[in-house]
């Protein structure tokens, strides 16, 4: 039998409403210890991964202009690209090495996120 994603995700996974500021993401990284955030519509739809390099990315790092931008503003352009719990690991490190991404939501086909796949994931999986 093939490994699939939904026995290598990371759950629970952490999502942002598109609405919330970059603060809020940065806060919800610096106390989780997590590097990446699904961010989802109001329906819970998947609408990207944004990750701690993302936010820091969007200078100058402080608490008045973080607070001031949404998080949709640095989601990657549509449309996410999301694996499905079935999907096999090598095709999760292909989207990956692909798109340039270091995690991958994990959704159901109706884009309800259940889990997340990082690279570090994908190296447990290998070890």
Aim: with cysteine; charged share 15%.
């Amino acid at each position: 039998m093939t490994t699939q994603v939904a026995e290598i995700m990371s759950v629970p996974v952490l999502t942002i409403d598109q609405g919330d500021s970059l603060w809020d993401a940065w806060q919800m990284l610096s106390v989780s210890g997590l590097r990446h955030l699904i961010v989802v519509d109001r329906n819970g739809q998947c609408l990207g991964v944004v990750s701690d390099r993302n936010i820091l990315a969007d200078p100058p790092f402080n608490e008045a202009h973080l607070a001031a931008k949404q998080i949709v503003s640095i989601v990657p352009a549509p449309p996410p690209i999301c694996l499905g719990p079935q999907d096999s690991p090598k095709h999760a490190a292909k989207l990956m090495t692909g798109h340039d991404m270091e995690a991958l939501p994990v959704c159901t086909s109706d884009g309800k996120v259940i889990g997340i796949v990082s690279q570090g994931d994908l190296l447990n999986y290998v070890d």
